[in-house]
């Protein structure tokens, strides 16, 4: 079936940003089909524009004008495949929201995902991210991913191994922009055991009997427990983390204990992952607001864009940050929202 493109110009993506930052694209495409994506893309090559492929916009951040092509992602559909007894394959379209799809595999009592309920975004996004939550990351349960290579002009499917995951990141981080994605395939179960080992999560649910648990009763907990963490962006516009927790070596880690015995800490199959809040709240950023953005006062991970900030307004207050953090103990913090337009985020020097 034929579906021809419908590209708008000079489009306000306000809208399409989780950090309400005022932006505009050159030119912007709401892509419902799949067969779009080789049309879209050429459309773009022949006119010598820059893609950016857009899901939720919750883990981007507009610091300038887009001068190219927008791709939103607005494909939908959801529906399982390969049912063998307790086992069954969840397909997600690139469009389809993420914490829906947590809440329908929950409720048909397919565990796997309930750990990752409420993060923002669409499913598309989640592979880009590995996201991950409360002992839980994607790459537990996906099996593979639809894509488009703009390198070969091909498409193709990618399984767990093809797409290098490790924490906060992927294939799709090393080589951006190379693969639209436009399907994922989740393995699910009924059978495998609740991940309930997350200290937060594991203190929640310690009042309720074990063999009442569901996914469902998992996914609510998680749900619980983030908004009283985490502010919803709909009433304070935030990228929920914006610094990933940093992997140190096992020595750095033990000169900071013998000044810092209370840092939190998390042991890796190579180093140890420490807290980034608990870095950004020892410098005294928990809180701090000025006339635009600021930090949020019960999570310091997340910075907020409380009055018409800009781009750069944020990524100023980002900088500031992470050379604080440099200054007292030594550690760069990594952002982990991609930055769109304008110079990126400042080094760190030192």
């Known amino acids: 079936m034929n579906h021809p493109l419908s590209i708008r110009e000079c489009v306000d993506l306000q809208a399409f940003n989780t950090l309400d930052v005022d932006a505009n694209a050159r030119y912007f495409l709401d892509l419902e089909h799949e067969e779009q994506v080789p049309v879209a893309l050429d459309w773009a090559m022949d006119r010598d524009l820059e893609v950016l492929v857009l899901g939720g916009g919750s883990n981007l951040l507009f610091a300038g004008e887009f001068p190219g092509l927008v791709i939103h992602m607005a494909n939908r559909g959801r529906h399982w495949e390969r049912v063998d007894g307790d086992e069954a394959t969840l397909v997600l379209a690139a469009g389809e929201n993420w914490h829906e799809s947590v809440l329908y595999a929950a409720s048909s009592g397919y565990r796997g995902i309930e750990n990752l309920a409420l993060i923002p975004g669409t499913a598309g996004a ?31 499917c990618l399984d767990t191994g093809d797409c290098r995951f490790d ?101 890796q199959r190579r180093g140890v992952k420490v807290a980034a809040a608990w870095l950004i709240d020892q410098c005294g950023w928990k809180g701090y607001r000025n006339e635009r953005v600021g930090v949020h006062n019960h999570q310091a991970l997340v910075l907020i864009n409380h009055s018409g900030g800009s781009g750069g307004d944020i990524l100023a207050l980002a900088a500031r940050i992470r050379a604080s953090v440099k200054e007292r103990f030594g550690i760069v913090l990594e952002m982990e929202p991609g930055v769109v337009g304008g110079d990126g985020l400042p080094s760190v020097s030192g």
Request: with cysteine; charged share 25%.
């Open 167 to 267: 924490y906060r990141d992927s294939l799709f981080k090393h080589e951006p922009g190379r693969y639209l994605i436009t399907a994922i395939r989740l393995r699910l179960s009924r059978a495998r055991p609740l991940q309930l080992g997350y200290r937060d999560l594991e203190e929640y649910l310690a009042n309720l009997p074990q063999k009442n648990l569901d996914p469902l009763a998992v996914a609510e907990a998680v749900m619980a427990i983030r908004r009283r963490k985490l502010p919803d962006p709909c009433q304070l516009p935030n990228a929920g983390s914006f610094f990933k927790n940093p992997v140190i070596t096992d020595a750095a880690y033990e000169a900071l204990k013998a000044t810092y015995p209370d840092m939190p800490a998390y042991p």
């Open 126 to 156: 989640a592979p880009v991210q590995n996201i991950g939550a409360y002992g839980v990351e994607l790459c537990n349960t996906l099996e593979s991913v639809t894509a488009y290579d703009r390198k070969s002009r091909q498409w193709c």
